[in-house]
């Protein structure tokens, strides 16, 4: 074969077996050189073919495995099979459709590299990713203002727990001072959680409804919203044991007695109600939900550091929730035995069924342990507000 010149190629002399060959160039000097090797005709058909894959079907194929993926380390693995896949893998397209579990982050394992993965999700638009970066700023960093607008981004892609937590933080006040409450804010909050199922937030506007708390009273509507709740808990409790096959009919016992008001100085003012465990106020005694990873990285969070947020500071006294204090009283007490403390009515009606209705004991008096200039209503005993358990 010429060129246009009409100079012939130089002729090489290619061997198949072995990885070095001889080429003779222009001048007519030999040169020996490292070349891949080519493959039989026989053997095309067994050539890898990934590299000529498309990026679109590459892309696709990585967004159906981080939607899917239990854990991180599944997401992980991908990356570091081989340059592309590490540079496919965090296309936005494929961090916005990670799967909730793929958040799961430990505590002990928190880095900058897991803020940078966080961050780069909740960038791309993963609703999951913004509410659990904003937890974590939030509370943990204590970087208020972005952890509430990652919550915020999240709670207007209509993200329930996004919306409940937002509604926490107003009726608490959190991150500022007790004049910072907005309580109708935060019964719109739950209003809105509450129509996208979340039972939590149910919970607490049926006792909103019934106390007359940031909205106006209405008792019977509250208790009819607070029976919806024990029946969504019963019925997803259920359905998991079915799939389970641990199923039990304790939970669903019938008893033709009255369920008295754990608090004997309401029971002038609540009705008993028949003994149907749906009826009551705190629903079943069904197994405890499996906490959001979020709050689980906030309970290890501040469980490392002794369970103390802070300086005269609490945490939510359910064990699934992890929530921390923002500022001295920001929580309520039991209003029968002042040793325990919630961020809401849901953490303390699902702790009064796990533990705190076998420990509660009414006391005469219980002081403040932090002393006086707390920023409690005054109501009940101490300086801190209380929560009555019903």
Known sequence: MRTRRGISYPRAHVCLDDVVFERRDFGGDNMACRKRRRLSPGIAGKRDFFDVLPDDLVISILSKLSSTAACSSDFANVLIVCKRLNSLAVRPLVLSKASPKMFAIKAKSWSESAH????????????????????????????????ASLMAKAAISSHAPALYSLAVIQFNGSGGSKNDKDLRAGVALCARAAFLGHIDALRELGHCLQDGYGVRQN???????????????????????????????????????????????????????????????????????????????????FGARGGVPGPGLRLCSHVGCGRPETRKHEFRRCSVCGAVNYCSRACQALDWKLRHKAECAPVERWLDEEGDGGEGNGAGHGNDDVIAES
């Not at 607070?226 to 008893?255: D, G, I």
């Not at 007695?257 to 004997?264: A, D, F, K, R, S």
């Open 116 to 147: 940078r993965f966080l961050k780069n999700c909740a960038d791309a638009g993963n609703v999951e990713a913004c509410y659990t970066l904003g937890m974590i700023l939030f509370y943990c960093l204590e970087n208020r203002g972005s952890g």
């Open 219 to 301: 008792v019977a509507k509250g208790r009819r919203f607070l029976v919806q709740a024990n029946a969504r808990e019963l019925a997803t409790v259920l359905s998991s044991a079915a799939a389970s096959n641990n199923f039990t009919r304790s939970w669903l016992t019938w008893s033709p007695h009255p369920i008295p008001h754990p608090n004997p100085r309401h029971n002038h003012r609540h009705q008993a109600v028949p003994g149907c465990p749906l009826l009551s106020d705190f629903g079943c005694n069904v197994p405890a939900p499996e906490a959001h990873p979020s709050s689980k990285f906030l309970a290890e969070w």
